[in-house]
């Protein structure tokens, strides 16, 4: 098992700033890839940035140039550097690890609203 606990969403105004986090704890894996999903209302979860244990990322379109993913291995924790935020950017961000020798698993879900 594998628990995954996020942080750090809330509310911004247009073109502000918030970094999100998730620590992962329980059996973690040496080789696997973490990331995080947003889902908005009414819209279909959607992969947002990921990285690999080895560090390689892989972000939306809709993200490149404004958000940065990265991770500390040693304390098993992704963050999620969310620059110039947008109306758009308004959704319920879930982190996700996955290794191919295990299941796959989510957290809780962080809100974060971007006000214009």
């Known amino acids: 098992q594998v628990q995954l606990v996020e942080s750090g969403g809330g509310l911004v105004q247009a073109g502000g700033s918030l970094r999100l986090s998730c620590a992962a704890s329980?059996?973690?894996?040496?080789?696997?890839?973490m990331g995080w999903y947003r889902q908005a209302p009414g819209k279909q979860r959607e992969l947002v940035a990921k990285?690999?244990?080895?560090?390689?990322?892989n972000y939306a379109n809709s993200v490149k140039g404004r958000f940065t993913i990265s991770r500390d291995n040693a304390k098993n924790t992704v963050y999620l550097q969310m620059n110039s935020l947008e109306p758009e950017d308004t959704a319920v961000y879930y982190c996700?690890?996955?290794?191919?020798?295990?299941?796959?698993?989510w957290g809780q879900g962080t809100q974060v609203t971007v006000s214009s």
């Open positions: 990285i690999t244990s080895g560090g390689n990322t």
């Open positions: 996700n690890y996955y290794s191919a020798y295990s299941r796959e698993y």
């Open positions: 329980g059996n973690i894996l040496s080789i696997n890839v």
